[in-house]
């Protein structure tokens, strides 16, 4: 199978995660989350990944297996060509399903997420926001993406995009948003029609008509950098390359910004054990090149090759 991204062979360690996690460890100053959780964060971050060093998955804990001793005694340690699994898995479905209008538990699970089962089973949150149980909203990625509300009809984001990236490659203005602003809003008299505001998700896509090229830059307003953003760098990293893919171009650099980076104090044993460990070289990410549309990715599509990382790390998490 010829690679949609040419990796170089000699991947060397890529430090930006590492040292986003040190610079809030040492220096992120106190906050309260509006879930009254104590936690340092910092403003206006930027992590630049060039996609030939390797996909940008991190090395510091493992997240294509499970952490329960009988998963990781069954695990097939060989870093070879694999099959997609364990945490990479649930976030790759996730944002497939976001790009297939996924916003309910039931959808997201049809296509192998589990992750938002804390949140859609919430009844009171449900009931605040006037939405039905599993129901994520219609201020949510998927709906956004997907049904993004156009007059008296709806907008698929991805759909039209792809469109203009064909016929106009050399426009600036690529642009997918999460973010639909009347359905977020906590202002009062307002109801937030959404369960979590989206954390992430604006895109900006740049081809080099030239090079036949293709960079994405992507604008996170939130990130709990420990448990979430890893998730987030495995989202857009996969769909600069299903993007490229289904437009013809070669995937070329990620460029993550993020605006409110976090560690919530609940964290801090994690993290340094995070940071004692020496981040390794970033693994390849391979697609099938036989999908030819965006909305036919599914997560049997990708395989990993070449991951080494340190043992997996049972954390649990926080959305905002």
């Known amino acids: 199978m010829s690679e949609l991204v040419e990796y170089r062979q000699d991947r060397a360690p890529d430090y930006q995660y590492h040292e986003l996690l040190q610079r809030l460890h040492e220096t992120g100053h106190a906050a309260v989350s509006g879930m009254d959780e104590g936690s340092r964060e910092l403003l206006g971050h930027m992590m630049r990944f060039d996609l030939r060093n390797g996909f940008p998955l991190i090395t510091e804990r493992d997240l294509t297996r499970g952490t329960t001793p009988e998963i990781i005694a ?3 340690s060989n870093p070879g060509r694999r099959p997609v699994a364990g945490a990479v898995k649930q976030g790759l479905a996730e944002i497939i399903g976001f790009i297939n209008g996924a916003r309910t538990q039931e959808e997201l699970e049809s296509y192998g997420c589990k992750f938002w089962r804390p949140w859609t089973t919430d009844e009171a949150k449900a009931k605040k926001r006037g939405l039905e149980l599993g129901d994520l909203g219609p201020g949510s990625y998927g709906a956004a993406f997907h049904d993004f509300p156009d007059g008296d009809t709806t907008f698929d984001q991805y759909a039209a995009m792809i469109e203009q990236i064909k016929a106009r490659p050399e426009l600036r203005t690529h642009i997918i948003s999460p973010f639909i602003p009347p359905y977020i809003s906590r202002a009062p008299g307002r109801t937030q029609k959404v369960l979590v505001v989206p954390c992430h998700g604006l895109q900006h896509y740049n081809i080099d008509t030239v090079n036949k090229e293709i960079s994405l830059v992507h604008w996170q307003r939130s ?9 987030n760098m495995v989202h ?5 390359m299903m993007v490229g893919q289904v437009t013809g171009y ?15 104090d609940q964290h801090d044993e994690h993290v340094e054990e995070l940071l004692a460990r020496e981040p390794m070289a970033f693994p390849r990410l391979t697609i099938d090149p036989s999908v030819k549309r965006l909305e036919d990715f599914r997560v049997e599509h990708f395989w990993i090759e070449d991951y080494n990382a340190h043992p997996p790390m049972n954390m649990g998490g926080t959305a905002v």
């Open 74 to 76: 069954n695990y097939e």
């Open 223 to 231: 990130a709990d950098v420990p448990i979430g953003l890893p998730f």
């Open 236 to 240: 857009y990293g996969a769909l600069l």
């Open 250 to 264: 070669t995937p070329k650099e990620l460029v993550f910004q993020i605006s409110n980076a976090h560690i919530y």
